[in-house]
């Protein structure tokens, strides 16, 4: 089976820097994908590491390790409007390229 | 504007009755995904369609049942054999990679 594993609850003020963790126990996969939720509201892509190494777009970066089987999404000059669900998603590539989805990070950005 | 449209954006039902979520996209992707997501928790797949006519159960499809005559649409009911059915249900699409999925706002099921 798949496991993904995220810190429940981060928190952080504007304008710093804040890393969320994903580590996973899981055979197979074409890389890992990142997803914002707002309450209430729909799922949102944001990243995805098909390689190892770091990805960035804009105020936001992905890295992912396979060796040491971790990811992580890192936010940077942070707003309040960042303050959102992150999930980490690994893409399989047993058959259905489906997305495991971890059990995601609530992100409280303060002032 | 292309997206993904759900409707109802909260249904309540009695325990017993059968219900139906509608899920449409006019983005023009091939693949569409129902997921389920309960309080604190991460996403989980319930049916997912490739192509048109086809369609295969996800990790929990038990309960559930899907349609794909169309390939805008994909329906999903919440028939009474589901155990706990109240929970946001969401509908995604892809084109050429599962990896980027759309969602749609979701459906509040309460089933009482």
């Known amino acids: 089976g798949q496991s993904l594993e995220q810190p429940s609850e981060v928190t952080a003020v504007e304008g710093a820097i804040v890393q969320i963790n994903c580590t996973y126990q899981t055979s197979g996969f074409y890389g890992l994908s990142w997803y914002q939720q707002h309450d209430g509201g729909a799922p949102t892509f944001l990243s995805y590491?098909?390689?190892?190494g770091l990805e960035e777009t804009g105020r936001f970066s992905s890295f992912l390790s396979r060796s040491d089987s971790y990811g992580y999404l890192l936010l940077q000059e942070l707003q309040m409007k960042d303050s959102a669900s992150y999930f980490c998603a690994v893409c399989m590539n047993t058959g259905f390229q489906k997305l495991v989805f971890g059990t995601g990070t609530r992100l409280l950005v303060s002032p | 504007d292309g997206g993904i449209t759900q409707s109802p954006k909260y249904l309540f039902r009695k325990e017993g009755q059968n219900v139906t979520l509608s899920c449409e996209q006019n983005l023009n992707h091939d693949a569409m995904y129902w997921y389920r997501q309960d309080p604190g928790q991460g996403l989980r797949l319930i049916y997912y369609?490739?192509?048109?006519?086809?369609?295969q159960k996800g990790d929990i499809a038990e309960g559930y049942s899907v349609s794909r005559e169309k390939k805008e649409s994909f329906p999903l009911t919440v028939t009474s054999a589901q155990k706990n059915p109240t929970a946001f249900y969401l509908c995604a699409s892809s084109k050429d990679f599962s990896y980027e999925q759309y969602f749609g706002p979701g459906t509040r099921l309460t089933v009482t």
């Open positions: 590491n098909a390689l190892d």
């Open positions: 369609s490739q192509i048109v006519n086809d369609f």
